[in-house]
């Protein structure tokens, strides 16, 4: 496995449990000797156990020529992060390739777990011939890990994609798989690479739907929850990827909407409506601001806390994280913002005051933003919390609360495409009346 990072790991670990032998090689000293010491870099809901659990079948190494030395597949899991101009950078795929010994014995096959743009295959085909590898085959086998639950969708996923140019190569990567109950999908190079990226795209696609659907909800004054439910309930369509919220983040569907778009451009055509899912999830973010100046005016000067930091609950990952977004456009208003994550604990959120509790981070504040939906959060509507607020305004950004519960409970509550449960613009007196002794 080429790549200690949040894929290799997983799927490094779950071979191993599969009962095969695996080397796990990184470029990152510190990484390599945290792993050989125990100790997970990660943070993944059982991925820790299956390390411990095969800890006979896992070697973490350096070096390159000790992690292929033997193997009989080759494993990319290097990061593809998207460059300055929106085309995946896979410099770290190229120095793989390049880094491979110029003699591998065994016939191994080199399977690519990165999402790559469509046509990578291809070239890293050719790269290994102009190497001399001829012998050596070529496999697309992306992965569909979501962070939170990246062992059971190793263990248990919808799909397993198999793209080769010689089907005994196919044959050789699902035999790898036994024990996995799924359905194998079969394809050329190409169409396994753009799998990969249409279903992130078409996932991305449904959450910016949504939520422009909430945004029209809020316009008519009808309720998004309601409506999604009763959308999702069409089998055609299905319930998953219908939570309307303050957008989406992570390590991929920001990156692939980017890269299919870019791929897309580059062949010629222009891929409009991923423009706009990306364009939707921008103002989706900012629309928060707009929901707290309602009721608070303007933002100088105003105390807001951020509730959850992490794009999703369960991983302290911020990247690409609405948080960032919604953290700087309040302090460009003028607010003072603290953030609470019971795991995330990022150290370039400058001018955001962490803090350790729920309490400590509303006590003061004239709004609170739930930003992920942490489970702790479901009991956000108490006395305390009420009582440490300056004014008991709650924007929940993903719709986690009871609407009608957190206002019995006396908050201001603002959801996101649910304009029955919205309060009114006017804080009650007896807020209005502590507002004005400020
Ligand atoms: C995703 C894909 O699910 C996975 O298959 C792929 O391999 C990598 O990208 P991940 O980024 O870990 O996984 O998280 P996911 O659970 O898919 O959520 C992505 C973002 O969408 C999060 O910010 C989440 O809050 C948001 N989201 C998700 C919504 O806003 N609404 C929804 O209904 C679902």
């Not at 050719?126 to 086998?141: I, P």
């Not at 996932?203 to 909800?217: G, H, K, M, P, Y």
């Not at 933002?299 to 609950?313: D, N, Q, S």
């Amino acid at each position: 496995m080429l790549g200690a990072g949040y894929v290799g790991l997983v799927t490094g670990a779950c071979f191993a449990e599969l009962g095969h032998e695996v080397v796990i090689r990184d470029v990152l000293p510190e990484r390599i000797e945290q792993l050989r010491a125990g100790e997970v870099p990660i943070y993944e809901p059982g991925l820790d156990e299956v390390l411990e659990r095969n800890g006979d079948r896992l070697r973490f190494t350096l070096d390159v020529h000790e992690a292929v030395d033997g193997a009989d597949f080759l494993f990319i899991a290097v990061g593809t992060p998207p460059t300055y101009s929106g085309d995946a950078d896979l410099s770290a795929v190229w120095s793989v390739v390049d880094e491979l010994p110029p003699e591998l014995p065994g016939q191994p096959l080199v399977v690519m777990k990165s999402t790559v743009p469509v046509g990578t295959g291809e070239h890293v085909r050719a790269r290994l011939d102009a190497r001399g590898l001829t012998g050596v085959g070529y496999v697309s086998n992306p992965e569909f890990l979501a962070e939170g639950s990246a062992v059971a969708d190793f263990m248990s996923p919808d799909r397993i994609v198999v793209g080769s140019f010689a089907s005994e190569d196919a044959d050789r990567v699902v035999e790898l798989y036994k024990g996995v109950e799924t359905e194998i999908v079969r394809t050329d190079v190409a169409s396994a690479e753009l799998v990969k990226l249409a279903a992130n795209a078409f996932l991305s696609t449904r959450i910016s739907f949504i939520n422009e659907i909430a945004n029209v909800c809020e316009l008519v004054g009808a309720d998004v929850v309601d409506v999604a439910h009763g959308v999702g309930l069409d089998r055609r369509l299905g319930p998953h990827f219908l939570r309307a919220g303050v957008g989406f983040g992570g390590s991929c569907f920001p990156k692939d909407i980017t890269a299919l778009k870019q791929l897309a451009g580059n062949s010629g055509y222009p891929f409009l409506l991923l423009q706009a899912v990306w364009e939707v999830n921008e103002l989706q973010k900012r629309r928060v601001v707009a929901k707290l100046q309602k009721h608070l005016g303007s933002l100088r000067g105003r105390t807001v806390a951020l509730l959850g930091l992490a794009f999703k609950p369960n991983t302290d990952d911020m990247r690409e994280a609405p948080s960032r977004v919604i953290a700087y456009r309040l302090l460009a208003e003028g607010a003072e913002v603290r953030a609470w994550d019971p795991i995330a604990r990022p150290d370039d959120l400058h001018g955001v005051e962490l803090s350790d509790s729920v309490v400590d981070a509303v006590r003061g504040a004239d709004a609170a933003v739930i930003v992920t939906e942490w489970p702790e959060l479901r009991e956000l509507a108490t006395p305390e919390v009420r009582e440490a607020m300056a004014q008991p305004l709650i924007v929940d950004g993903r719709n986690m609360l009871d609407p009608v519960a957190t206002r019995a409970a006396g908050f201001l509550y603002e959801g996101i495409g649910r304009p029955r449960h919205a309060s009114p613009a006017e804080p009650p007196a007896r807020d209005r009346d502590r507002e004005l002794s400020r």
